[in-house]
């Protein structure tokens, strides 16, 4: 391209900008801004254009600060919740029920003095421990950084890093994020700035434009087809796909391992070993969709099957009375396509020896129901769940 080209494809943007840099170093976007008379957006997005046309260079320098949200002032000026609740224990032992009178934020409080190891709770009160004691009296690095950051101080020398983790968790404290760009001329810039006129173009032609025929006496600029354009992806993953994989993620990360089994299952699998009663309403026509073909399948071996025969019946010895009927094998039998996907944890369970435990198992999967299709409801459907096995597994 040579310059006379270059000079037309520059949009009058592009040229005050140029204009400006006339006998400078650099500029950056505030002092263009005064320079041009353009706004912010206009100088980005016209410096861009200029770049990518080679005659304009920018340099991006990126700053990093910290700043207090609106909880962490509140802190800053009244103390975190958990030192103001340690100075009411200090005073002596005190009961759960003053504390949440004289604190407004008492249960934020708690947690974090019993977190850290500073209270123990006997009988309703409160009491402080050696390590609560030594807190009371020093000024925690947490309360150093609220206040230097309150009072625009320099930031307090830190062993560690931990306390401006736990106060950015908290949402106390933010970090924003500065980009200051400065715009230089580049060699070709600087070679036709001396051929550079600007005058008002016309960038987009209206109905006025054409009854006036002022396009008969003003420039039109011409568009540049060789600019980069918006990317256009025109095959990309179905959404429930990517939220199938999202969820599926999420599970992995936590160390569950994946469950798969058959859409098209037997009712001992998707019912009986569920505990659901074989005269459960869930399992009419109305709810289940049941197979002609094939009608039934194969039950697994008969030391399981009798287990689950005798749950249903008395209870077996699980300390349960049961459901007090006689179960059908042939019902279990029946094949249908699963209503849930807690018929793979009943397999995955079925299958488990006591070596294996403790384990996380997780599903993500189709199901099927005999639902009345309309806008908002399909016989099919997707279902996540998760189960942990072990000996002592609690929700804690």
């Known amino acids: 391209m040579n310059d006379k ?16 840099l006339e006998g400078k170093k650099s500029l950056t976007i505030q002092e263009l801004e005064h320079e041009t008379g353009l706004n912010k957006d206009s100088i980005e997005k016209a410096s861009l254009w200029a770049k990518v046309k080679g005659v304009l260079k920018i340099d991006e320098e990126t700053s990093e600060t910290l700043e207090l949200t609106k909880e962490g002032e509140e802190y800053a000026e009244h103390g975190l919740p958990e030192k103001n609740l340690l100075k009411l224990v200090e005073d002596g032992e005190i009961s759960i029920l003053e504390l949440k009178k ?8 708690l947690v974090w003095v019993k977190k850290n190891n500073w209270v123990v709770i006997k009988k309703g009160q409160l009491e402080l421990t050696s390590k609560g004691s030594k807190a009371t009296k020093e000024q925690l690095p947490e309360e150093k950084i609220l206040i230097s950051l309150k009072n625009h101080e320099q930031m307090p020398k830190l062993s560690d890093r931990s306390s401006l983790e736990n106060l950015e968790k908290r949402g106390l404290i933010k970090r924003k994020v500065k980009k200051k760009r400065e715009i230089f001329l580049t060699d070709l810039g600087k070679k036709i700035l001396p051929k550079l006129v600007i005058k008002d173009e016309i960038g987009q032609l209206t109905t006025e434009i054409l009854k006036e025929k002022l396009w008969k006496t003003q ?3 011409p568009y540049d087809v060789t600019l980069p354009s918006t990317k256009i992806n025109p095959g990309k993953k179905h959404y429930i796909t990517q939220i199938i994989e999202y969820i599926r993620g999420i599970w992995t990360d936590m160390g569950f391992k994946e469950m ?3 859409l098209l299952d037997i009712s001992f699998w998707n019912f009986d070993s ?9 399992r009419d026509l109305a709810d289940t969709f049941y197979m002609k073909i094939p009608e039934k399948g194969k039950l697994p071996d008969n030391q399981l099957v009798e ?4 749950t249903h019946e008395n209870g077996w010895d699980t300390g349960s009375l049961g459901w007090q009927y006689k179960w059908n094998p042939e019902f279990a039998r029946r094949c249908v396509l699963r209503t849930h996907t807690t018929s793979l944890s009943a397999r995955t369970i079925a299958k488990l020896k006591s070596e294996d435990l403790p384990v996380k198992y997780f599903a993500v999967g189709r199901c099927f129901r005999n639902e009345t299709l309309d806008w908002k409801h399909l016989a099919e459907f997707y279902q996540t769940e998760g189960i942990v096995v072990g000996e002592d597994v609690t929700f804690r």
Do not use: M, S, W, Y
């Open 102 to 109: 004289k604190l407004k934020k008492f249960d934020i409080g």
């Open 274 to 282: 569920l505990f659901q009663p074989q005269d459960h309403p869930a």
């Open 307 to 310: 287990k689950v025969k005798l």
């Open 260 to 262: 798969t089994g058959p």
């Open 219 to 221: 420039l039109i600029r």
């Open 5 to 20: 080209e270059l000079l037309n494809r520059l949009h009058t943007h592009e040229k005050r900008i140029l204009k400006a």
